[in-house]
């Protein structure tokens, strides 16, 4: 039967020395004078943990997403640090005594009684030590040392020699997550710390080093090959045996002392096919591993992942396949969770990939500026259904393949794909964001002649080993890439693209002049929820230019190209309130224009995913949900375009209008679209007529809109409404500005029922009503809505379920106004 619980591994006895017996000290840097008598004595510190958590838990620090307390706190940065601890030890009957580091973060020393254990430079490896010479019987003391990030960053650059990057630290020159350096969303925090467990580890005989239990498909049937890598404690030990099992299958051999590479396959009688989200269900199974006293067990689920690059008439696809039927891609670019990575739980991993797999999104692109994620991420995506495409760690820069670097990459790309090679969730291995890109059309080739800048690692060193240890996954050289041996790689024609013109400097309506094979990167900014921005930004009087407004906005002239963004839709706003409803409002509209538009040329076009899911603290980002976990109207306007049937009108080439319906689902879809005229005041439709469409299962089809329909005589007030089972879609003949549009408390009724946890908002137009948002969190902070940019004509009602903790008062409907409930009406009404 498949297994419901996740990653389990024995091995003798193991000393934990995680949580807070130790303490952390500044040792040099530039320590505020007014804070150096705080560190008289050591003070207490937790591990895992970071610099930053450690500091806030005592005291000495505010909240770094606070105000501008960013920069108040970036001394910390250039602080070394040294966490230290005792323990008791005794040595028992066991032959190997190892001190097992799970993350270092990220220069370190350690010693342990004095003595120099050894010096680790990368945050992404984890680390095995044999200490039994330093041990004493009694009590140990443990020091690890940490450099300031930045300064060890610094001078691996002069050692290395600089090259181009983005932001202004080298955080290309130091194995560590690239945006604790601070990115275009992200803080500027430059910590420090042992960021996973920590322990001595001591056992005798044999060591399960490392499983790979890599899974394939024959005929139907499930075969799993175990690779399992041994470790002796000595080099005389009784042989021993080697037993691998998984769904009632059963496969073992005996082992002598010296072998440590061991290969096993298992074919079970029968197992259910793992399928990602919307394709099918999610079995998993329990693989057991034991040799001798040692066991290792995972969770794995059984499926093939193939990716389609072969060329064709338009250029070359990009097309993943599970269990050879292909899947077009819904998804989001994931970032780390939060900025203080030690903060995150196996709660906030489930609650964060459930507000993709709720969105109707079926992967996440796990991004190269960030870290290979903890188990639990991987765990929940495969429990959910949702692939993970996983970058290599390396973002928007040029790296150096000379050593140390080098040997550091291979270390930990190698350590990577072993970890991970148990998750089925797990679909594609990416060699670097954007660096091909920039190499070739950023202009950094003419920086970097004669140089070394990454090529190496994508071209060869990464795709070798992949191909050695997982064999079984794909792996593309970079993201974008055209697969045309990196001529173009940003080329429509060929591969992933990236869309950035549009946000940077060209309106959302131009995401119809681009026809991605794959858009891999796409994206649209707007603010975090109220409750969420004003947590945190203090100025007085609120304001879109003001200073701690702008500490949280680090996109380049972000809230200017927010308000120019606006310019062609909606009319700029002259208070905070509607600048903050306007600017959320717009940023759902471009991502959902941009992937209906995507959606509506599928085939040719395999995939979405939208930059990005999440935020690492609070901030005005490109992001769907926010640090608080709350979901912006991007979030229900990416549900509304994820839907498995999509019906959009689009624009034909003739000038008239067409219905597209992409069919994402497994059951064909044939019948007729109602297709109604409608007036912005009026119940009954101006126009009605039916056209026939049939959609295959994972197919598209398209039909004309009858040109009565099509023809309106007032554009400020007509539109159209399509629908088909639960598909629907609206087209406007003018933007918003030229719209009749009423705002909301004058276009609608409201009522107020109590329900159990919450309450339900039910709203009957009296005139249409576009893009219809209850902004719950200023009913309650902890308020959720359930549904999101409703659009209604003359005499439609919804019925919208809020979500509260318990206790919250039931709010009365005369306060269901502005800037509670929402529409696009109210953008345009107090404009006038």
């Known amino acids: 039967m498949p297994t419901t619980d996740g990653r389990e591994a024995r091995l003798g006895h193991r000393l934990d020395l995680t949580g807070s017996t130790w303490t952390v000290t500044p040792t040099a840097g530039p320590v505020p004078e007014s804070l150096a008598h705080r560190f008289a004595a050591p003070i207490g510190a937790t591990v895992p943990g970071e610099v930053h ?3 806030l838990a005592a005291g000495i620090i505010d909240d770094p997403f606070d105000g501008d307390n960013e920069a108040l706190l970036a001394w910390i940065g250039y602080c070394e640090w040294q966490y230290r601890t005792t323990f008791t030890w005794t040595a028992g009957d066991a032959v190997r005594h190892d001190l097992v580091a799970d993350g270092l973060d990220t220069a370190a020393t350690i010693t342990l009684n004095g003595h120099e254990v050894a010096r680790t430079a990368n945050q992404h490896r984890s680390y095995r030590f044999d200490v039994r010479p330093f041990l004493v019987e009694g009590t140990n ?9 930045i300064e060890y960053a610094r001078e691996q650059e002069v050692v290395l020699g600089a090259r181009p990057k983005v932001m202004h630290h080298p955080f290309n020159a130091i194995r560590k997550r690239a945006s604790d350096f601070g990115w275009d969303w992200g803080i500027d925090l430059s910590t420090s710390g042992i960021w996973r467990p920590i322990g001595i580890e001591s056992w005798s005989g044999v060591r399960i080093a490392s499983v790979r239990p890599l899974v394939d498909v024959v005929a139907g049937r499930g075969v799993l090959t175990a690779h399992v890598d041994l470790e002796w404690a000595s080099e005389t030990h009784p042989p021993t045996e080697v037993t691998v099992e998984v769904a009632g299958g059963r496969a073992s051999r005996p082992v002598t002392v010296g072998e440590t590479a061991v290969t096993l396959v298992v074919e079970p009688d029968h197992v259910d096919l793992w399928w990602p989200r919307g394709h099918g269900e999610q079995p998993l199974y329990r693989v057991s591993v034991r040799a001798g006293d040692a066991d290792w067990s995972a969770r794995i689920g059984f499926r093939t992942v193939t990716l389609d690059t072969t060329p064709d008439a338009d250029g070359s696809p990009f097309s993943i396949a599970v269990n050879d039927r292909p899947v077009y891609v819904r998804g989001a670019n994931w970032i780390p969770d939060d900025a203080l990575v030690t903060r995150m739980t196996p709660e906030r991993y489930r609650a964060s990939v459930t ?15 960030g870290m290979f994620e903890s188990d639990d991420f991987y765990d929940v995506c495969d429990e959910l259904g949702i692939l993970v495409w996983q970058d290599f760690l390396f973002a928007c820069a040029a790296y150096s393949e000379e050593e140390p670097l080098r040997s550091e990459v291979e270390a930990e790309a190698r350590e990577a794909v ?3 090679s148990a998750h089925p969730s797990l679909a594609l291995w990416n060699g670097c964001n954007e660096n091909i890109w920039a190499y070739v059309e950023w202009g950094w080739a003419k920086d970097l002649v004669g140089r070394t800048w990454g090529e190496g690692y994508y071209r060869e060193l990464l795709p070798a080993i992949v191909a050695e240890l997982d064999p079984t996954r794909p792996y593309s050289p970079g993201s974008p890439f055209s697969f045309l041996d990196y001529a173009h790689p940003n080329d429509e024609r060929n591969g992933t693209m990236h869309i950035w013109d549009v946000w940077n400097q060209r309106d959302y309506a131009d995401y119809a002049t681009h026809h991605p094979r794959f858009a891999s990167e796409f994206g649209f900014q707007g603010p975090p929820a109220w409750t969420t921005l004003v947590d945190v930004v203090h100025d007085e009087p609120l304001d879109p230019y003001g200073h701690q407004m ?15 963004g606006l310019g062609a839709h909606l009319p700029v706003p002259t208070t905070i309130e509607g600048w903050h409803w306007a600017t959320q409002l717009n940023q759902a509209r471009a991502i959902r224009f941009a992937v209906e538009h995507f959606r509506s040329e599928f085939p040719r076009n395999t995939g979405a995913i939208v930059w990005q899911l999440n935020d690492d603290w609070p901030v005005v980002s490109w992001a769907a949900v926010d640090h608080a976990g709350i979901r912006k109207p991007l979030w229900y306007a990416l549900r509304d375009a994820y839907q498995d049937r999509l019906l959009v009108f689009r624009p034909r080439e003739d000038g008239g209008l067409e219905l597209v319906l992409h069919n994402d689902s497994d059951t064909a879809l044939a019948g007729s679209v109602v297709v109604e005229r409608r007036s912005a005041d009026a119940v009954e439709p101006l126009a009605t007529a039916t056209v026939d469409l049939a959609a295959p299962a994972r197919g598209l089809a398209r039909v004309g809109v009858p040109d009565e329909l099509a023809t309106v005589t007032d554009a400020a007030s007509e539109f159209l409404v399509a629908r088909i089972g639960d598909a629907r879609a609206h087209h406007w003949f003018a933007e918003d500005t030229d719209l009749t549009l009423a705002a909301t408390r004058e276009a609608v009724d409201v009522l107020v029922e109590p329900v159990d946890g919450g309450f339900d908002v039910v709203v009957t137009a009296r005139s249409v009503v576009k893009d219809l948002f209850l902004q719950a969190d200023r009913i309650h902070r902890g308020a959720r809505v359930g549904d999101g940019l409703v659009t209604l004509a003359p005499g439609e009602r919804a019925r919208i379920r809020v979500t509260v903790p318990a206790g919250t008062p039931v709010p009365d409907a005369s306060t269901l106004a502005f800037p509670v409930l929402c529409s696009a009406g109210d953008v345009v009404a107090r404009a006038q």
């Open 53 to 55: 958590t450690d500091l």
């Open 141 to 149: 003391e443990l020091v690890v040392d940490l450099r300031s990030p």
């Open 355 to 369: 507000d993709a797999a709720d969105a109707g999104m079926n992967l996440l692109r796990v991004w190269g500026g």
């Open 418 to 420: 072993t970890r991970l």
């Open 550 to 564: 702008l500490v949280h906005q680090k996109a380049d002239d972000g809230n200017g190209k927010l308000e120019r």
